[in-house]
């Protein structure tokens, strides 16, 4: 694919530039340049990132260090920007780190340099535009960190006990125990340091490219760079391509990412839950000790997306029917549109009694439905708004029910939605296929659409999503209506297959709205 006009002005600059960093050979106002143009323009801070991606690759295969050469610059070092008074009050100072990074050297220097230039250049950026930036821009910062601080000390072995394998990059609200040492943000953190919170929460990125959150309360320790152990608290975990193997050690369980974003909730006791939001994850059921105690294989559990589990003292594991999004939130999900109370507070269903083993849950977003909201936990398919108009009005701010897809095949369903307060709730339900009795007795249908983008799937592999309202719709779905004057459990049931099953059909979706009163803050 041939580069527009656009895109080889952005190279040219970030080429010209850099190379004169590299070099030795930038004046203070060409650092200030690429400063300002890194901070003030999206495109360019794309063609930054991939521009020094390639350059670190490029230097880490042609400069090997000896074998008993490690880091002269050690990482922790390239973060010492976050030390600077003037880092964080005035961003169009010259960084120190670059002049560090720009000397010269025929070594694994460069390969560092080339690492600190970057590193010092974005977090920078994220300290002068903390607040400014949007939530999205942020998270792709922590893929840059993570990305270009490789991990060169140990090139064989684990790591030792002090090795710096991660940054906290964000705290939240955050009273620290007074047990154990409080650190502030762009802070390193080592192989056997305790992190123990009573409020708010921690953002980690590992050198492994894996990004954490830490809830509070919260207890643990990080063992290895790839591996830490939770005595109590939360964490949700997503992991980049090269993080795939990061471990999360609890009383009862072992959890193991395979490439994917996963929560894991262990109680006070060490009761441990386990949910898998994207890709997959290993469960290795008992204590640490129970496990190496087995003369077997220890008993083991293999989640997809979708799909949770409960671990208990006993080494079982049964099946967890909801989880939601503020008990254990995606690392990288939408803040809520509003802080009032919930109104959908549990799902449950009788799908357990037909298939025991099963471990889908259904996911609840609690003040979270709005444009490109992902529709189901076992697809990737997304609601919208059938014109650019986006969805109905009504519904920006609702709770909403993510189901699993699969449950379209299930025969006679039962869905037990638990509503904790007087509400609308409303039902999307698929123009193709026959309305059940359910749905046309108990609700009824507002006139109102909503549309369906559908993800690559086993049926439809080379769908896509596409941001935004009217872009990309794949299904129309009636929104029906049922108002609930007190806290009951709602029952929602199954459906008929469509007559013609090739055009693919859908599960329905669930969502409610609180009823406004006086004391409810709109």
């Known amino acids: 694919m041939h580069s527009t006009p656009n895109d080889s002005q952005r190279f040219d600059l970030i080429h010209e530039l850099v190379t004169k960093q590299l070099e030795g050979s930038a004046t203070p ?14 495109e360019i801070r794309r063609e930054y990132v991939r521009y020094m991606q390639e350059v670190v690759h490029i230097s880490s295969r042609l400069v090997r260090p000896p074998a008993s050469q490690t880091d002269t610059i050690p990482k922790s070092e390239i ?15 010259p960084s120190p780190r670059l002049a560090l990074a720009s000397r010269p050297s025929r070594s694994i220097q460069q390969i560092i340099a080339v690492i600190a230039i970057a590193a010092a250049l974005l977090l920078t950026i994220g ?11 942020q998270h792709r910062d922590a893929d840059i ?12 072995g684990g790591p030792k006990y002090g090795e710096k394998v991660a940054t906290l990059i964000q705290t939240t609200n955050v009273t620290w125990d007074s047990q154990h040492k409080s650190i502030g943000e762009l802070s390193r953190v080592s192989v056997g340091q305790k992190l123990c919170i009573h409020q708010g929460s921690l953002k980690l990125v590992f050198d492994s490219g894996v990004e954490a959150l830490v809830l509070a309360p919260c207890l643990i320790e990080i063992q290895e760079r790839d591996r830490v152990y939770c005595s109590y608290g939360r964490i949700t975990a997503k992991a980049a391509d090269s993080g795939n193997g990061f471990i999360i050690d609890t009383p009862v369980a072992r959890v193991t990412d395979l490439g994917t974003e996963f929560g894991v909730a262990i109680s006070d006791s060490g009761e441990t839950e386990v949910a898998v939001f994207e890709g997959e994850v290993d469960v290795e059921l008992g204590s640490t000790n129970q496990r190496s105690e087995q003369m077997s294989p220890s008993k083991r559990e293999h989640l ?25 939130p995606g690392v990288r999900d939408l803040a809520p549109l509003h802080s009032r109370s919930p109104v959908i507070s549990a799902v449950r269903d009788n799908l357990s009694d037909q298939l025991p083993e099963s ?37 920006i701010g609702a709770d909403y029910v993510m189901p699993f897809n699969d449950d379209k095949f299930v025969e006679d369903l039962q869905v037990q939605v638990t509503i904790a307060q007087p509400s609308t709730v409303y039902v999307f339900f698929s123009d193709n296929a026959l309305v059940p009795q359910w749905l046309s007795d108990e609700f009824e249908d507002t006139g109102l659409d909503l549309g369906l983008d559908e993800a690559a799937n086993r049926y439809k592999p080379k769908k896509k999503v596409t941001t935004g309202p009217g872009a990309s719709i794949d299904s129309i779905f009636s929104i029906w209506k049922r108002n609930i004057d007190k806290p009951q459990e709602l029952r929602l049931g199954s459906f008929e297959r469509p007559a013609d099953v090739l055009l693919g059909y859908n599960m329905y979706g669930i969502a409610a709205v609180a009823k406004e009163t006086a004391s409810q803050p709109k």
């Open 127 to 137: 300290l002068s535009t903390w607040n400014a930036l949007r939530l999205d821009q």
């Open 29 to 42: 106002a060409e650092q200030n340049q690429l400063q300002e143009a890194i901070t003030s323009d999206r």
């Open 359 to 395: 471990r889908m849950f259904y996911r609840i977003v609690q003040a979270g439905f709005r444009e490109d909201s992902r529709a189901f936990v076992d697809r990737d398919h997304e609601w919208n708004g059938l014109t650019e108009t986006g969805v109905p009005e009504q519904l």
């Open 304 to 328: 997809v997306q979708g799909q949770a589990t409960l671990v208990g003292h006993d080494g079982q594991s049964r099946r967890v029917f909801s989880v939601d999004n503020q008990r254990l």
């Open 79 to 93: 973060l010492k920007i976050s030390e600077s008074p003037s880092s964080s009050t005035n961003p169009t100072s």
């Open 145 to 156: 960190v993570a990305r270009l601080i490789p991990n060169h000390a140990n090139g064989s």
